[in-house]
């Protein structure tokens, strides 16, 4: 500068209100600066958190929601019955149709509840109780002559461990159902849907 | 020798700095507003939560009064109450009040209906469920005993529901038996 203006600099050094103006736009640009930079790193930071913190609620929901669109799965549903109660049969050919990872059905699941992203293992299980006397005769029952679970999952069962352990996070509910045997309809059993997500 | 011209004595230049103040104050409010915005939604997750927990125990009571029971306190195939769970246990505080069965009986097959509902109720909440009928002091409970309160640091859920029966003759109107489940997590 002193190179191209010889002669600007003692000028401009001269000039006293000049230079305090000068300190003072300086003063003012850097507090605008700074303060707008933390402005925008808050503004970003902050988003960042909602993202993340979207992605974490959203698949806290994922794993009731899932669990409730089973229990209410038409197919699943015993016949005559009210919604919620599940019925034996239809929940052995649902877990043999989804047990082939590669079938149709298990797209359809898949696309169905939104499952496209995260890898799930759905559990069923009808709980048996009974109680017998010393000699053998039996004081209480309540459910099926015996116990029954079902389940998939979005990888071979022998790799659910591993997963398991590798996943970021992993969620489970357990909502409560009743599941009758088609061939002793009157003995509603109490059982439960247990969903396990993890991504 | 002329007075020096500084920053605090050059109004017009301090008005500069002060606007600039004012703006980052401006900006502080914003980011304050927005971290508000976001505690918000986190007060949403937390509603979640408790709507989650309240659906835990209405699920839980539907399903624990439809399941079938049967009890036979002395295995002999005699006597023996056989239902749903709300029949059951209606019939069962209905046959102690007139004496069918003893209360050893009774307790029996309340320890046999712990048994159950403590197998529907999601693992890791806390439970008490109530029958009682509304003319009789009888009263079944289940899970957390009566005599001890309820653990207030915790949210409780509640499912209650009232049964008309008729069948208990007493008139038209019969005898309701009022059901209370409340849980918790632990």
């Known amino acids: 500068m002193r190179f191209l203006f010889p002669n600007s600099r003692g000028k401009l050094l001269q000039d ?43 698949f806290h929901d994922d794993a009731p929601r899932i669990a409730d669109e089973i229990v209410l799965l038409p197919n699943l549903r015993a016949p005559n019955a009210e919604p919620g109660i599940l019925s034996l049969q239809a929940i052995e050919r649902m877990a043999n149709e989804l047990s082939d990872l590669e079938s149709e059905a298990s797209s359809e699941f898949i696309r169905d509840h939104g499952l496209e992203e995260i890898g799930y293992l759905v559990v069923i299980e009808t709980i048996q109780i009974e109680e017998t006397t010393t000699g053998g005769e039996v004081t209480f029952t309540a459910g099926l002559t015996e116990q029954h679970t079902f389940q998939w999952s979005s990888v071979n069962p022998d790799s659910i461990d591993a997963e398991l352990s590798a996943a970021q996070q992993v969620l489970s509910i357990r909502r409560p159902v009743n599941i009758i045997d088609e ?17 | 020798m002329s007075k020096a011209t500084v920053i605090s004595r050059d109004i017009q230049g301090f008005e500069a700095i002060f606007d600039a103040i004012l703006f980052l104050t401006i900006l502080s409010i914003g980011a304050v507003l927005l971290q508000t915005t976001l505690v918000s939604s986190l007060q949403e997750t937390e509603a979640d939560s408790i709507t989650e927990t309240s659906v835990q125990s209405r699920a839980s009571m539907e399903v624990f009064l439809r399941t079938w029971v049967y009890f036979d306190a002395d295995g002999d195939g005699e006597d023996f109450i056989r239902g749903d769970t709300s029949s059951a246990v209606n019939e069962a505080i209905h046959q102690l009040r007139t004496g069918e069965i003893s209360q050893q009986e009774f307790e029996q097959f309340t320890t046999a209906l712990n048994s159950v509902l403590r197998s529907i109720v999601p693992p890791g909440h806390g439970y008490r469920f109530k029958a009682s009928l509304d003319d009789s002091s009888v009263t079944m409970t289940l899970g957390l005993s009566a005599d001890e309160s309820l653990p207030t640091s915790r949210n409780l859920h509640f499912a209650n529901g009232d049964w008309v029966v008729p069948a208990l003759g007493a008139g038209d109107s019969g005898i309701t038996l009022k059901f209370e489940l409340v849980i918790w997590i632990r």
């Open chain 1, 16 to 58: 006293d209100e000049a230079v305090v103006g000068v300190k003072e736009d300086t003063l003012a640009l850097a507090v605008v600066l700074i303060g707008f930079s933390i402005f925008v790193a808050s503004i970003f930071s902050s988003m960042l958190w909602v993202e993340e913190s979207r992605k974490t609620n959203e």
């Open chain 1, 183 to 199: 061939n002793m309809p009157e003995r509603v059993a109490p059982g439960f849907v247990q969903v396990v997500i993890w991504r």
